[in-house]
């Protein structure tokens, strides 16, 4: 059985919670320097890479900055930190709900991204509490979409974190969410919903196909009221991207301030924080798989459409 080759420790630091840039160079090609090589792959371009050098930026394992014109040698790694980019803060707090020798459990706020990409970088649920817990090495066991409220699994310690990720994996972690959405009295419920969802690269919004189910969503009515909306209880078997908000879409009941279901909308402008998806991660519940632990934890947040009469109103 083939070694996994150690991956050496980072010479630089986080910055702002952040992980530096890796690079380790691939065998074959044909460049000449390291230079030649991150011109060619890093989406910057060129003249990013050529800052980069000017500025000593770029570093190897012994922490020194790598000249430009140092000989490509494949397997060499090396590190740096990309500018990031201008980035709106979030104004809600990340709260911790549960925190041990293993794991934390954190209950994030609407508009806040579990982890760094794309364009939300420091602006992560990841990000704020390396810094504000004083843990470099915290992960993410699992993801939670953007616009999604509620409970995400955090990671202490890198060596337990395929334990906790395995029982995501394995369906071995029980979630509940809570959503509000318009109430049809036509729409029987409980009921399970199964669809084969397709997320393409590059569209916004996933669809759902014909062929053999690959989601499956738990959906049941908890209330409704005299302004044509209901609280619900969503309980995903599998995890498929948008699973949740694709299925109440199909069923005639989009989540209120969804952007993307039934129709992708205009874009919400940077900072606008008033109307969050209407989508709550209120449970998770599963057995520790490293101290035998039965966990228990709920979110203490609300959604405002339910919350806030008046204020959201059926199909808005």
Do not use: C
């Amino acid at each position: 059985m083939r070694r996994r080759r150690r991956t050496p420790p980072s010479p630089l630091p986080q910055r702002d919670g952040v992980d530096p840039v890796r690079v380790r160079l691939p065998a074959g090609g044909s460049w000449a320097t390291v230079r030649d090589h991150l011109a060619e792959r890093l989406a910057a371009g060129p003249e990013a890479v050529d800052a980069l050098f000017a500025e000593e930026r770029i570093v190897g394992a012994d922490g020194r900055p790598v000249p430009p014109d140092t000989p490509y040698a494949a397997g060499t790694h090396l590190w740096f930190h990309r500018d990031l980019p201008a980035e709106v803060p979030v104004p809600f707090e990340v709260e911790v709900v549960h925190r041990d020798d293993n794991i934390v459990v954190a209950d994030k706020p609407h508009f806040l991204a579990t982890t760094p990409r794309g364009s939300h970088v420091a602006e992560t649920a990841l990000a704020r509490l390396r810094q504000d817990l004083g843990i470099p090495e915290l992960g993410a066991a699992h993801r939670l979409d953007r616009l999604t409220a509620g409970l995400v699994l955090f990671t202490v310690r890198p060596e337990v974190r395929g334990a906790y990720q395995t029982l995501f994996r394995d369906r071995l972690v029980h979630k509940e969410y809570e959503a509000v959405a318009p109430h049809d009295p036509a729409l029987v419920l409980p009921r399970t919903v199964r669809s084969r969802i397709l997320k393409e690269r590059g569209v916004l919004a996933a669809r759902e196909v014909g062929g053999e189910p690959n989601a499956e969503t738990r959906v049941e009515l908890l209330a409704h009221r005299a302004d044509g909306l209901g609280r619900y209880r969503l309980v995903p078997r599998t995890g498929q991207t948008h699973q949740l908000r694709v299925h109440m879409s199909a069923l005639g009941v989009p989540l209120l301030g969804d952007p993307l279901y039934p129709e992708v909308a205009a874009p919400v402008p940077a900072g606008d924080f008033r109307r969050p998806l209407q989508l709550l991660a209120r449970a998770l519940e599963f057995t520790d798989p490293v101290t035998g632990v039965e966990h228990r934890f709920r979110s203490g947040r609300t959604l405002a459409a339910w919350d806030s009469p008046g204020q959201w109103a059926a199909g808005q």
